[in-house]
């Protein structure tokens, strides 16, 4: 069962709830600045490209990462993954061994990385850029990490979900965001707006912040699910959007089960999915974040859909990276 986030942060406006919370959001907005004003960032030798959020929830932000890195990688440099490992029990600083570690030591956004990228976690930035600077990284890529002040960052991108834009425009626990949309992206280099702007976002934009445009697209496994009976399942931050995707691309799923973001699948869940697998004609559906936290007995009846990304301009993220690679 999906709980997932207020209603009311989606609210075009706050409404009674959220303004009820407001002196706590600003307590929060205070501790974070003085965090931040209390913190020197260690300067890396490296570049470093942060891609992060001002809101919580998914917004495409660790697929954006993985884009991003495949791209450095094919560039012929060697990027290493800081990530904060959120969700996982170690703390490191360590860097994720997928034949160690599982998901539920490291998180599941890194596990899933870590399957093609080095990826770092801990909770001090400029410790794991240490740690991938003397493992041989030539550059390095946040996961997350914007309101983070430990690692000064070279290029910071926000990425934005058009179909949830900023919420309700107030900050946590009022609102979605983590710190208020002025602060925010007065730090950052661009936007990548994924995704429709059912919302107009980009009209809240400062003028001279430049904003890209991309959609989500699934992997050629969809191929797979042509005429199949589909059950998908997701504990991602929005996991309306995999079913709208899975439906838009002719696959559209018979039953969506939702769970909430980061979901750690227990042993109840799983034998759910299992019985409806062996439904005549039917097929389990998820994402790879959700698969990689399965058991391996109920890993051969669910077919992964990646997920990539599709960029308006095919030529603007390797455009972001030029500027990533002379800008140290």
């Not at 560039?75 to 034949?99: C, K, Q, W």
């Not at 740690?131 to 946040?142: K, N, R, W």
């Not at 009022?174 to 994924?194: H, M, N, Q």
Request: hydrophobic share 40%; proline share 8%.
């Amino acid at each position: 069962m999906k709980f997932g986030p207020p209603r009311f942060w989606q609210d075009k406006k706050p409404n009674w709830q959220a303004k009820a919370l407001l002196p706590l959001s600003w307590l929060v907005g205070a501790i974070i600045r003085l965090r931040a004003f209390r913190t020197t960032p260690v300067i890396s030798p490296l570049p470093v490209l942060c891609c992060g959020n001002l809101s919580v929830g998914g917004t495409g932000k660790t697929i954006l990462v993985r884009d991003l890195a495949q791209r450095l990688a094919n560039r012929g440099e060697h990027p290493h993954i800081l990530s904060r490992g959120y969700g996982g029990r170690l703390d490191g600083p360590l860097r994720v061994d997928t034949a160690i570690h599982t998901a539920r030591d490291v998180g599941d956004e890194p596990f899933m990385l870590a399957q093609e990228f080095p990826v770092w976690i801990g909770a001090d930035r400029s410790k794991t850029a240490q740690c991938a600077v003397d493992s041989g990284a030539t550059c390095l890529v946040m996961d997350d990490g914007l309101q983070n002040p430990t690692l000064k960052q070279t290029f910071r991108l926000v990425t934005m979900d058009g179909g949830i834009g900023l919420g309700n425009g107030q900050t946590l626990p009022a609102g979605p965001l983590r710190e208020s949309p002025t602060r925010g992206l007065s730090r950052v280099d661009a936007v990548i707006l994924i995704g429709r702007d059912d919302t107009q976002v980009v009209t809240l934009l400062p003028p001279e912040l430049p904003y890209l445009s991309a959609k989500l697209i699934p992997s050629a496994a969809i191929r797979r699910l042509q005429g199949k009976q589909i059950i998908a399942f997701a504990g991602i931050g929005r996991p309306a959007k995999f079913f709208d995707m899975l439906a838009e691309a002719g696959a559209p799923p018979i039953r969506r089960i939702a769970f909430d973001d980061h979901h750690d699948y227990t042993e109840r869940d799983c034998r759910r999915l299992s019985v409806l697998s062996r439904q005549a004609g039917t097929v389990l559906v998820t994402t790879r974040k959700d698969w990689v936290k399965l058991p391996d007995w109920l890993r051969r009846d669910v077919i992964v859909i990646d997920v990539e990304l599709l960029w308006s301009d095919p030529d603007a993220p390797e455009l972001l990276l030029d500027l990533l690679l002379t800008n140290v």
